[in-house]
């Protein structure tokens, strides 16, 4: 199917740390990845997502990487800040399936 | 204008209500969705329009019914509503409607806050 496995559900970190997200999936004909940073009272922001034909897609203080072989991907998010405290959710789509198949999501806090 | 706008932000409503949730986006977007999405949990979807059309629908209860009077308005209609259904409600578009081996960046809303009493 098209399940996505998303570790860990809570992340506390300090400020300045870096913080790490991980996510399986199961469809090997994903081949879209977006990240979805939610802040309480709101809706999800896309902050990043990366392609099939890419390995790591940067943007300033977050990264992704993709493992297609093992079939997982990664958020990282380095210098965090306490504005980065939020829900985070991975996601997939592409393939034999129309919609996006969201993570359980990731409570980060960064503690100042 | 990279917005998709979503109104009322809360919503308090009885079983017997009949009410409205609407959401508006002027980026030319060719798909509308409404997700639902429960404390705790990632989004739900429910439907789908494409090209003012409904595409997808996600077996969604009658009592809900989704409408696109045009290319930048989705509204989502609400009737005879259960309080299982309280939840956020969650608009997106997409520059492109979702296919089998594709999917586009989803622009969300920040949501209508729903309470059924």
């Known amino acids: 199917g098209e399940n996505v496995e998303q570790h860990p559900s809570t992340l506390s970190v300090q400020e300045g740390d870096s913080a790490v997200i991980k996510c399986t999936y199961s469809d090997s004909a994903s081949n879209y990845f977006p990240w979805y940073k939610q802040e309480l009272g709101k809706g999800p922001q896309l902050i990043i997502d990366?392609?099939?034909?890419?390995g790591e897609k940067k943007d300033q203080r977050i990264a992704v990487t993709l493992n297609k072989t093992a079939k997982h991907f990664s958020l990282h998010i380095t210098e965090t800040q306490p504005e980065d405290s939020a829900v985070y959710f991975c996601?997939?789509?592409?393939?034999?399936?129309?919609?996006?198949?969201f993570g359980k999501g990731t409570l980060l806090t960064v503690n100042p | 204008d990279t917005e998709v706008t979503q109104t009322p932000k809360h919503l308090v409503m009885g079983m017997t209500n009949k009410k409205s949730l609407k959401c508006e986006q002027h980026?030319?977007?060719?798909?509308m969705y409404w997700y639902k999405q429960k404390a705790k949990k990632p989004p739900e979807l429910m439907f789908v329009y494409s090209y003012e059309k409904l595409s997808i629908n996600e077996s969604v209860p009658s009592r809900f019914s989704p409408e696109c009077p045009n290319s930048s308005l989705l509204n989502l209609h609400l009737h005879a509503l259960q309080p299982e259904d309280s939840a956020l409600y969650l608009c997106?578009?997409?520059?492109?409607?979702?296919?089998?081996?594709?999917?586009?960046?989803?622009?969300f809303g920040e949501g209508s806050r729903l309470t059924v009493l």
């Open positions: 990366i392609r099939s034909n890419v």
């Open positions: 996601a997939r789509g592409g393939g034999s399936n129309y919609k996006l198949t």
């Open positions: 997106a578009s997409s520059q492109e409607p979702p296919a089998a081996g594709g999917t586009g960046e989803l622009f």
């Open positions: 980026m030319g977007h060719r798909a």
